[in-house]
């Protein structure tokens, strides 16, 4: 019970400075910047998470999925030289046809900026990818105290480039916004590559088919799954750099930064919930049964109860925290805001369900679903941004997010009473 409760503070202490710094990058960036200028890094930076979620996320779910009920170092090793592979060819194929859309994606958004941008995120994913390996190493093993390090160490490195470049009155665009941050995650991926260096060692070779099998299959489940996620949760983003101004992303862009506390907890419970079912997924079905009843259960209700008094204090004082953490200019998003509020409340429910269906072995179920609602949320999100700006993406938003979490549910239950 002890060790439960420890794995909970580390899940919870990790999350908590991997969004801190994130929130550190946005609030020095909405200040120096502006909004308009700030909504064209804001494009970037959304295209840079799709990228990561391709190349680093999905086969990174793989490892832990096809490693948590291993205890031989074997066959850990071969898995994680497998997923290795595939996250060098994906990111080698991935940045040769972005180098070659990039001016195109420009264009589209009007944005001359955009394509020396685009042409930096290959370093910036390589910082994402080292930094991302290690914790899923770590997770496995749930070694979450060293997982909270190494995202702490993300802070610190993050900190020391933007705060060096602040007082130097070095960024004052875009791209010097985007230089900052990639360096700050290519030096703390180095560190954290040192904390798991053992296993790293003849990592690329001794190669086997079934296990890059294995991999591709699961990681291009979750690829799909997690497009779907990207298209639902970030299509408003670049559907308002295509139909509104770049203010309005800008503004759109801060208060999105109010579901990173969302995300922590709901991220936290993933780092228990997810390999703890993996590792599970064949006992008995009545105690897999009794062990997504009491996980869900419990990671929801953890997630609603930490994320009500940050809610209730949106709804109250939405306005003064704008003003307070960006500036007068970004109050005009207020209304996005509340609605953000609601959403926050809701996403423990989507999360952990996504999560245990993963576990269990079914990533295609939450695939399904999350490129249905990815569509339904596209279809929502043209017409309204177009009749209420971001006020419409807001809503198009939590509308979408509300038929993908009642969907992942019942395939939970499907999947737990009928196995």
Not at 38 to 46: D, H, N, P, S
Not at 364 to 390: E, R
Request: glycine share 8%; with cysteine.
């Amino acid at each position: 019970m002890i060790r439960r409760h420890r794995q909970a503070l580390f899940a919870v202490l990790d999350r908590g400075v991997a969004a801190t710094a994130g929130l550190m990058v946005i609030f020095a960036l909405t200040r120096l910047l502006g909004a308009k200028l700030y909504g064209v890094f804001v494009l970037a930076e959304t295209i840079q998470i799709l990228l990561a979620l391709a190349i680093e996320q999905s086969p990174g779910q793989a490892l832990i999925f096809l490693t948590a009920n291993k205890d031989d170092e074997n066959a850990f090793n071969d898995a994680l030289r497998s997923v290795l592979w595939v996250k060098l060819l994906t990111f080698l194929a991935l940045y040769a046809l972005l180098e070659l859309v990039a001016p195109w994606i420009a264009a589209a958004f009007d944005e001359p900026q955009l394509t020396a941008l685009l042409r930096l995120l290959p370093l910036s994913t390589a910082g994402l990818i080292l930094l991302g390996t290690a914790n899923q190493v770590l997770t496995v093993r749930q070694r979450l105290q060293l997982v909270a390090r190494n995202d702490a160490l993300m802070f610190a490195c993050l900190a020391f480039f933007f705060a060096g470049g602040w007082l130097l009155g070095l960024i004052d665009s875009p791209l010097s916004g985007m230089i900052a941050l990639v360096l700050g995650r290519l030096a703390a991926g180095a560190l954290a590559t040192l904390s798991v260096l053992p296993v790293w060692r003849n990592a690329l070779w001794g190669v086997r088919a079934t296990h890059v099998q294995e991999a591709l299959r699961f990681g291009v489940l979750s690829l799909a799954n997690t497009l779907g996620v990207f298209v639902y949760t970030k299509a408003d983003i670049l559907l308002l750099g295509l139909l509104a101004s770049k203010a309005s992303v800008g503004v759109y862009g801060a208060c999105v930064a109010a579901l990173a506390y969302y995300r922590v907890v709901a991220d936290a419970m993933n780092l228990i919930v997810f390999p703890r079912i993996a590792a599970r997924r064949e006992q008995a079905p009545e105690t897999v049964r009794r062990s997504v009843g009491k996980l869900y259960a419990g990671g929801v209700a953890f997630g609603v109860a930490m994320g009500l008094p940050a809610s209730l204090a949106i709804f109250y004082y939405h306005e003064t925290l704008l003003r307070l953490v960006f500036g007068e200019e970004y109050v005009a998003g207020a209304a996005v805001l509340i609605v953000f509020g609601v959403w926050g409340l809701l996403l423990p429910f989507y999360r952990l369900a996504g999560s245990v269906l993963n576990g269990l072995g079914h990533p295609g179920d939450n695939a399904k679903t999350t490129l249905l609602v990815g569509a339904i949320n596209v279809a929502l999100n043209v017409p309204l941004i177009l009749w209420l700006d971001m006020f419409g993406a807001a809503l198009a938003s939590i509308a979408s997010n509300v038929i993908g979490m009642t969907l992942l549910v019942r395939h939970v239950v499907r999947r737990t009473t009928h196995s």
